[in-house]
């Protein structure tokens, strides 16, 4: 029998995480634009979950009769869907709402999102022009009759939806697709700021397109379809790496073809045409939602662009420009430099070049006689790949196990497969049933007879666009013994092993999890002077869960700095009173991943790849490697301290799930910011915990340095 009395319902974690992307809308002290950014990231966000989660959960309540069960919340697929159907209205409401609020700020600042009936008139004009030259002929009006099937819609694709009344009173239906070749808005002459959104000037126009009709009335409407496709490796007869790429590629047409699970419409329409909508996407009446602000908001980064920038500039934060680590010279061998000692950066905060350099480096060195990576997410301007093509037409052995399967990204992969392969680089595409999400990248060198290796290992990928968004770490080092395993890794994968043997490394599926189990028993044991931090994504394995409130239980005190979902409750009485759940959004996506067991220089470090997650722990190919380094060890504790320390942007989780936001009456602090002033290569490591017995733990002196004060629960 499951105890659920301390856990949580991973969808239900999951909406709560994205309601406070959305709640940093409605932060005054954050930029007009940037807040415009948040509704967009979180309505992006919600179009995901329901593709994947929700898409995935109407997957296992068909196969599973229901009689499949949640681990933390006993739920079924079916009680699920109820739960996270009923969640939803509230946070559209709260979107709404805030978008209301933005656009009427944004006025002030001469950024307006026009409606055609507040168009000037000589705007009007200038629309009706454009309209004419660019819209119109590109139009493909579509009825649905007798005579006329109901047309496919594709997911997350914005359609003008008209219901059409017939000289007999008869209904029709007409659509009109919003061309994917069409601008998302149209700048208005002469404004520097005032824009129409495309559908509203279609729309506007959309009648006139059916003539003989009535129009008995019309929306925009976006419907979103399931895309949990499934890479099924037991369809796949050919072994042939080339006919795996086609495999997969012709997989990704099937993703816009499934059932629909959601259908959103911009205004309140009539029953008739919601019943009609309804029955031809088998949707039930909970499964539609009315959304007045714009249905796709990814418009918004196009649109900061276009601006001004004398009008963008004071609505966005003050840039930032990553540093150049001041233990790092740039005009010196980073290969030399990292055989001195570990090195440790921290996006974005530090810069990628020092990677970059040593990646290019080792392209061009003659003793440098291969260079082997795992990559799971490109940028679609890559650097990193044209460095990897240079350094396999310099004649240095290539080899990139390139993961096609990286939801959403895989025609990216596909593409850049092919410019690796014509480049001379061996790309092979890892293990059948098992994503390789791990981040390594290792360079051999050969002095003579004998090998060295540096080996580079990060918690993000490999995509220097997201350098700049998210907090990542990236661990160079030239020990022997992780050279010797990143050797093996790379062995083991080109052969399919899962099985392998290694010394330092832990890598799942079959390494991370059980030693993770094995570092918190050591804290165990040790009660309430046992100290257990970790700093992830999301936290949904059961045994990690358990082991984590049998650690309160036993007195351990427990920090888990965790933005996503976390499917433990803290403050449960008798089971998890000195566990703690702090949660950071801001500025840049939290995606570093730490994990550390006990105090001071007895401490035991880890930067991994893997999330606790079920499929990161037990079903993909990850990587978790231990920090010996005093300096990068004393980087990581910095690093966690300030983020305990946060109490502008951090929440806390209370024993009913939700979160309260903390704040401060002395010395507020932003944790990002505290890491866009201060360097952790310079950072003071006197402040680490004593080896010595603290007094109180950690939370209480916190709690004693900076009082917190509630201002929200969500």
Same mark, same amino acid.
């Given at each position: 029998m /499951?105890?659920y009395?301390?856990?949580?319902?991973r969808e239900?974690?999951w909406?709560r995480?994205?309601?406070?992307?959305?709640e940093?809308a409605a932060?005054q002290t954050?930029?007009?634009l940037?807040?415009l950014?948040?509704?967009s990231?979180?309505?992006? %966000?919600?179009?995901e979950?329901f593709?994947?989660?929700?898409?995935?959960l109407?997957?296992l309540a068909?196969i599973?009769?229901?009689?499949?069960?949640d681990?933390?919340?006993g739920?079924?697929?079916?009680e +699920? *869907?109820?739960?996270?159907y009923?969640?939803?209205p509230?946070l559209?409401?709260l979107?709404?709402?805030?978008y209301?609020?933005l656009c009427?700020q944004l006025?002030?600042?001469?950024? =307006?999102?026009?409606?055609m009936d507040? *168009?000037t008139?000589?705007?009007? +004009?200038y629309?009706s022009?454009?309209?004419?030259a %660019?819209v119109?002929?590109?139009?493909?009006?579509q009825?649905?009759?007798?005579?006329?099937?109901?047309?496919?819609?594709?997911t997350?694709r914005?359609?003008?939806?008209?219901?059409?009344?017939?000289k007999?009173?008869?209904?029709?239906l007409? !659509? =009109?697709?919003?061309?994917?070749?069409?601008p998302? !808005?149209?700048?208005?002459?002469n404004s520097n700021?005032r824009y129409?959104?495309?559908e509203?000037m279609l729309l506007?126009w959309?009648p006139s397109?059916? &003539?003989?009709?009535?129009?008995a009335?019309?929306?925009?409407?976006?419907?979103?379809? %399931?895309?949990?496709?499934?890479f099924?490796?037991d369809?796949?007869?050919d072994?042939?790496?080339?006919?795996?790429r086609?495999h =997969?590629?012709k997989l990704?047409? *099937?993703?816009?073809?499934?059932?629909a699970?959601?259908?959103?419409?911009?205004r309140?329409i009539?029953q008739a045409f919601?019943?009609?909508?309804?029955?031809?996407l088998?949707?039930?009446?909970?499964q539609?939602?009315v959304d007045r602000s714009p249905?796709n908001?990814?418009y918004?980064?196009a649109?900061i662009?276009?601006l001004?920038?004398?009008?963008?500039?004071k609505?966005?934060?003050?840039p930032?420009?990553?540093?150049?680590p001041?233990?790092?010279n740039?005009?010196?061998?980073?290969?030399q430099?990292?055989?001195?000692?570990d $090195?440790?950066l921290?996006?974005p905060f530090d810069s990628v070049?020092?990677?970059?350099?040593l990646?290019q480096e080792a392209?061009?060195r003659k003793?440098v006689?291969?260079?082997?990576?795992?990559?799971?997410?490109?940028?679609?301007?890559?650097?990193i790949?044209?460095?990897?093509?240079?350094?396999?037409?310099?004649?240095?052995?290539?080899?990139?196990l390139? &993961?096609?399967?990286?939801?959403?990204d895989?025609?990216?992969?596909?593409?850049?497969?092919?410019?690796? &392969?014509?480049?001379?680089c061996?790309v092979?595409?890892g293990? &059948?049933d098992?994503k390789?999400?791990?981040?390594?990248?290792?360079?051999?060198?050969?002095?003579g007879d004998?090998?060295?290796y540096?080996?580079q290992?990060g918690?993000?990928?490999?995509?220097?666009k997201?350098?700049a968004?998210?907090?990542?770490?990236? !661990?160079m080092?030239?020990?022997?013994?992780?050279g010797?395993?990143?050797?093996?890794?790379?062995?083991n994968?080109?052969v399919?092993?899962?099985?392998g043997?290694y010394?330092r490394?832990l890598?799942?599926p079959n390494?991370?999890h059980q030693a993770l189990?094995?570092?918190?028993?050591? +804290?165990?044991?040790?009660?309430? +002077?046992?100290?257990?931090c970790?700093k992830?994504?999301s936290l949904t394995e059961?045994?990690i869960i358990?082991?984590l409130?049998?650690a309160?239980?036993?007195g351990?005190?427990?920090q888990?700095?965790?933005r996503g979902?976390?499917?433990i409750r803290?403050g449960i009485?008798?089971k998890t009173?000195?566990?703690?759940v702090t949660?950071i959004v801001?500025?840049?996506?939290?995606?570093?991943?730490?994990?550390c067991?006990?105090?001071?220089e007895?401490? /035991?470090?880890f930067?991994?790849?893997?999330?606790?997650?079920?499929r %990161?722990?037990? $079903? $993909?190919?990850?990587?978790a490697?231990?920090?010996?380094?005093p300096q990068?060890k004393?980087?990581l504790?910095w690093?966690?301290?300030?983020q305990?320390l946060d109490n502008?942007?951090a929440?806390?989780m *209370?024993?009913d799930g939700?979160?309260?936001?903390k704040?401060?009456?002395v010395s507020?602090?932003n944790?990002q910011?505290e890491?866009m002033?201060?360097s952790s290569?310079?950072?003071?490591p006197?402040?680490?915990?004593?080896?010595?017995?603290?007094?109180?733990?950690l939370?209480q002196?916190?709690?004693?340095?900076?009082p917190w004060t509630?201002?929200?629960?969500?």
């Open positions: /499951k105890d009395s301390y856990t949580q319902n239900l974690s909406l995480f994205n309601r406070r992307v959305l940093e932060d954050v930029p007009l940037e807040r950014k948040f509704i990231i979180f309505t992006s %966000n919600l179009d979950f593709m994947i989660r929700v898409g995935s109407f997957d068909a599973s009769n229901n009689k499949e069960r681990n933390k919340s739920m079924s697929p079916r +699920q *869907l109820r739960c996270v009923e969640t939803i509230p559209i409401d979107k709404n709402h805030l209301e609020s009427t006025e002030e600042e001469g950024i =307006v999102d026009v409606s507040q *168009l008139e000589a705007e009007q +004009q629309v022009r454009y309209y004419t %660019n119109l002929p590109t139009l493909s009006p009825i649905v009759d007798s005579h006329h099937p109901f047309p496919h819609l594709e997350k914005l359609y003008i939806s008209l219901l059409l009344r017939e007999k009173d008869r209904l029709s007409g !659509f =009109v697709p919003l061309p994917a070749s069409l998302a !808005f149209l700048m208005l002459p700021g129409l959104r495309m509203q506007h959309a397109l059916f &003539e003989r009709y009535k129009v009335d019309s929306c925009v409407i976006c419907v979103t379809r %399931n895309a949990d496709i499934s099924d490796v369809k796949f007869e072994t042939t790496e080339e006919d795996f086609n =997969v590629s990704l047409h *099937l993703r816009g073809k499934q059932s699970v959601r259908l959103e419409v911009s309140p009539s919601l019943d009609i909508l309804r029955d031809r088998d949707l039930e009446a909970h539609v939602f249905l908001m990814s918004v980064f649109l662009g276009q001004p920038a004398d009008v963008s500039e609505l966005l934060f003050p930032y420009q990553p540093r150049q001041e233990d790092l740039p005009k010196q061998s980073m290969i430099q990292i055989q001195q000692r $090195r440790l921290f996006y070049n020092p990677f970059l350099q990646l392209a061009e003793d006689i291969a260079i082997k990576i795992t990559i799971y997410r490109l940028a679609s301007s890559s650097k790949a044209r460095i990897l093509c240079r350094a396999a037409e310099n004649g240095k052995e290539v080899t990139v390139m &993961e096609l399967r990286a939801r959403f895989e025609a990216n992969n596909i593409a850049w497969s092919k410019v690796l &392969e014509e480049a001379g061996r092979i595409y293990v &059948e098992y390789c999400h791990s981040k390594i990248c290792q360079i051999t060198m050969r002095r004998t090998l060295h540096i080996t290992i918690t993000g990928n490999y995509n220097e997201t350098c968004m998210y907090t990542d770490l990236c !661990f080092t030239a020990d022997k013994q992780i010797l395993d990143g050797a093996a890794f790379f062995r994968m080109l399919s092993n899962l099985n043997s010394q490394l890598v799942s390494g991370i189990l094995d570092h918190m028993d050591e +804290q165990i044991i040790l009660g309430h +002077q046992g100290y257990i970790i992830a994504n059961r045994a358990n082991k409130q049998q309160s239980q036993a351990v005190e427990v888990l700095i965790l979902i976390c499917c803290p009485p008798g009173e000195s566990l703690h949660s801001g500025r840049y996506l939290e995606h570093a991943r730490i994990y067991f006990g105090r001071g007895q401490a /035991k470090y930067i991994s790849s893997a999330d606790l997650m079920t %990161n722990l037990l $079903r $993909r190919v990850e990587i490697c231990p920090i010996d380094d990068v004393s980087q504790e690093i966690l301290r300030t305990l502008v942007k929440s806390s *209370l024993s939700s979160y309260l936001r704040t401060s009456t507020p602090l944790s910011e890491f002033r201060t290569h310079t950072a003071q006197s402040s680490a915990p004593a080896k010595s017995k603290p007094q109180g733990s939370l002196r916190l709690k004693d340095r900076f509630i201002t929200r629960k969500y």
